[in-house]
T-cell receptor
Framework: KAGVTQTPRYLIKTRGQQVTLSCSPI?????VSWYQQTPGQGLQFLFE???????NKGNFPGRFSGRQFSNSRSEMNVSTLELGDSALYLC??????????????FGPGTRLTVL | DAKTTQPPSMDCAEGRAANLPCNHSTISGNEYVYWYRQIHSQGPQYIIH???NNETNEMASLIITEDRKSSTLILPHATLRDTAVYYC??????????????FGKGTKLTVNP
C-alpha cells in the first residue's frame, strides 16, 4: 500500500500571499488530520476531516482552513501568510471512523518558508 | 496540553536496549498510550500502542504499569537508525468520535556507536 503523500514537499512564499497544500491519504482511509510543526511550539493539531466534514479543529486563526474531497484527498489553505507560519505541515490519515485503536499514519510533510 | 511527561533526552549504546519512560498520571480508563517517533525532518512514525497489557511488535515492546500511570517503550537492540525524537501520547477522544494527537516535547534518543 502506498503511504500518505503530500505535495509540494517544499514551498517558499512571501508575507501576505496565500498557499494551498495537498494531502493524499492511504487508500481506503477516510480520516485526514493536519498538524503544524515549528521549533518553538512543536507539533500542533490543526484540524481533522472525515467524509468531507471537519470533525475537529485546533486553536489556530481563521486564516488556516481546509477541505476534503469525496476521494478523501485533503487540502489546507493558509491565507495572508505571516513569517510565523513558516513550519513543517504534516498530514496524517487513519482508517476507521473513530475507534480508539486506529493509528494515524503521517506523510513526509510540506516545508513552508515565508519570507 | 499534553498529558504526558518524558525526559528531554537520553543516550544509548548501539546494540543495547533503550528504555524510554513516560508518565501519564491523569490517563483515563478508556485512553490508550501511543508511541510515535520522528526522525529528523520526517513525518512521525507509529511504533506501538497499548491500553492495559504489555504489547510487543517487530519494532518495540511497551510496558504499562498496573495503575496505568506510566509506561516504558523498549527498543531491544538499538541501532544508529533509531536515533530520533520519541513521543508518548495519550489518545484524546473528542465529541463526535473524532480524535487528535496531542504531542508533548518528546524524548530525543541518541544511539551512540
Amino acid at each position: 500500500k502506498a503511504g500518505v503523500t503530500q505535495t509540494p514537499r517544499y514551498l517558499i512564499k512571501t508575507r501576505g500571499q496565500q498557499v494551498t497544500l495537498s494531502c493524499s491519504p492511504i487508500s481506503g482511509h477516510r480520516s485526514v488530520s493536519w498538524y503544524q510543526q515549528t521549533p518553538g511550539q512543536g507539533l500542533q493539531f490543526l484540524f481533522e476531516y472525515f467524509s468531507e466534514t471537519q470533525r475537529n479543529k485546533g486553536n489556530f486563526p481563521g486564516r488556516f482552513s481546509g477541505r476534503q474531497f469525496s476521494n478523501s484527498r485533503s487540502e489546507m489553505n493558509v491565507s495572508t501568510l505571516e513569517l510565523g507560519d513558516s513550519a513543517l505541515y504534516l498530514c496524517a490519515s487513519s482508517g476507521t471512523s473513530g475507534g480508539a485503536r486506529n493509528e494515524q499514519f503521517f506523510g513526509p510533510g510540506t516545508r513552508l518558508t515565508v519570507l | 496540553d499534553a498529558k504526558t511527561t518524558q525526559p528531554p533526552s537520553m543516550d544509548c549504546a548501539e546494540g543495547r536496549a533503550a528504555n524510554l519512560p513516560c508518565n501519564h498520571s491523569t490517563i483515563s480508563g478508556n485512553e490508550y498510550v501511543y508511541w510515535y517517533r520522528q526522525i529528523h525532518s520526517q513525518g512521525p512514525q507509529y511504533i506501538i500502542h497499548g491500553l492495559k497489557n504489555n504489547e510487543t511488535n517487530e519494532m518495540a515492546s511497551l510496558i504499562i504499569t498496573e495503575d496505568r500511570k506510566s509506561s516504558t517503550l523498549i527498543l531491544p537492540h538499538a541501532t544508529l537508525r533509531d536515533t530520533a525524537v520519541y513521543y508518548c501520547i495519550v489518545r484524546i477522544r473528542t465529541q463526535g468520535g473524532s480524535e487528535k494527537l496531542v504531542f508533548g516535547k518528546g524524548t530525543k534518543l541518541t544511539v551512540n556507536p
